[in-house]
Nanobody
Framework: QVQLVESGGGLVQPGGSLRLSCASS????????MAWHRQAPGKQRELVAR???????NYADSVEGRFTISRDNAKKATYLQMNSLKPEDTAVYYC?????WGQGIQVTVSS
């Protein structure tokens, strides 16, 4: 059984920063792909950032240069550092490891 729990979300002003964490439990392999997705009301879920076991990363064009994904295989965790946040970043953010998903955490960017 695999469980993923996100933390670190909340309300932040435009231009601010947040760091999301995703803690995993259960059987997670170090080779598993890890990613963050988000979904805003009325919109489709989109890939925000992805990191492979070798550290290679991919980002959505909308967050490139502002967000940084990282992973800690020893802790079986992944993180998303979000800087220079914009109102359009407002969404529920989901952690994904392989085919397993967290419950999601709200990020609201508003003044």
């Amino acid at each position: 059984q695999v469980q993923l729990v996100e933390s670190g979300g909340g309300l932040v002003q435009p231009g601010g920063s947040l760091r999301l964490s995703c803690a995993s439990s259960g059987r997670i392999f170090s080779i598993a792909d890890m990613a963050w997705h988000r979904q805003a009301p009325g919109k489709q879920r989109e890939l925000v950032a992805r990191i492979s076991s070798d550290g290679s990363t991919n980002y959505a064009d909308s967050v490139e240069g502002r967000f940084t994904i990282s992973r800690d295989n020893a802790k079986k965790a992944t993180y998303l550092q979000m800087n220079s946040l914009k109102p359009e970043d407002t969404a529920v953010y989901y952690c994904r490891v392989f085919v397993y998903w967290g419950q999601g955490i709200q990020v609201t960017v508003s003044s």
